[in-house]
């Protein structure tokens, strides 16, 4: 075990104890064509509860999968059986695309040790370990939910600190969507990036078995995209689902000042009067 990640050895030993939260995590891209929970029902690793990142939100606004108030969500992860003692494991069935963004929501409100899956349910799976299919009923369980408000950042925010010429914003877009050579794969957005910010891909912090590369090897790409660790960070990307795995490669990498860009993308590139650089 290590400050983010348990191994699934780790994770088959301690799989029956009650005060251990398994969580599919697993989410994709509209243009995937997948459907997370249809595949979770279909199988899962043993106990596991689905989270489902777009109905545990903020559904009073149109920008996708926003954090949902603190007595929210600790009423929709209470009844899924987590409590916010508990050490919560998080996974995805794409090896590590979207458990970050489940881990960072739990941390953000409050949850005091949440872990991701090394490798994922593709490791799992690969080693031969048990799945279950259908739904999982968890004991409800108390959820103390406080959001900390050093997590997460808003558009107002942003737009403030570009020009402080401290924090470094990070895009964790594909390059060509950050150059604005690629249209946005969510119809009514604008091409670009955030002005003054830099690009590092969330898929290239991701090694070809779905585990993090190495620290090192996170501080070099960081330092050849021109990031400054010692900086106040922020991180964005679409819609807030990959920006969290930029700010994991961040935290492993050595930053100490990380926040989440909410609504990223999906509502800079949507605002009327918001700088656009290409």
């Known amino acids: 075990m290590s400050d983010w990640f348990v191994s699934t050895e780790w994770l088959a030993e301690h799989l029956k104890k009650p005060d251990v939260a398994v969580v599919d995590a697993s989410w994709y891209l509209p243009t995937a064509g997948r459907d997370a929970q249809a ?11 689905f989270f489902d990142i777009d109905a545990i939100a903020d559904r009073t606004t149109t920008l996708p999968h926003m954090l949902p108030t603190p007595p929210d969500f600790a009423k929709m992860v209470g009844r899924l059986g987590i409590g916010d003692a508990m050490t919560i494991v998080v ?4 090896g590590l695309f979207s458990a970050p963004r489940v881990r960072w929501t739990f941390l953000a409100m409050g949850a005091r040790d949440v872990k991701i899956l090394a490798g994922g349910g593709a490791k799992w799976r690969k080693e031969g370990r048990p799945i279950e299919t259908g739904p999982v009923a968890r004991t409800p369980a108390h959820f103390a939910a406080r959001l900390d408000p050093a997590a997460v950042v808003d558009f107002a925010t942003v737009d403030r600190r570009r020009h402080d010429h401290e924090t470094n914003i990070v895009d964790a877009r594909p390059a060509p969507r950050f150059t604005g050579k690629e249209a946005e794969p969510r119809p009514g957005l604008k091409s670009g990036h955030i002005p003054g910010s830099f690009n590092v891909p969330s898929g290239e912090l991701v090694a070809a078995d779905g585990q993090m590369k190495p620290a090192a090897q996170l501080r070099k790409i960081f330092a050849e995209a021109g990031v400054d660790l010692q900086a106040p960070l922020i991180t964005s990307c679409g819609s807030g689902i990959t920006a969290a795995v930029v700010a994991l490669g961040l935290e492993i990498a050595g930053a100490r ?3 989440v ?10 605002r009327p009067g918001a700088a656009i650089e290409r």
């Open 261 to 270: 860009y909410d609504g990223s993308w999906a509502e800079w590139g949507a």
């Open 91 to 94: 996974y995805d069935e794409a």
């Open 39 to 49: 595949e979770y029902l279909a199988g899962h690793l043993p106990g596991a509860v």
């Open 257 to 259: 000042d990380v926040a």
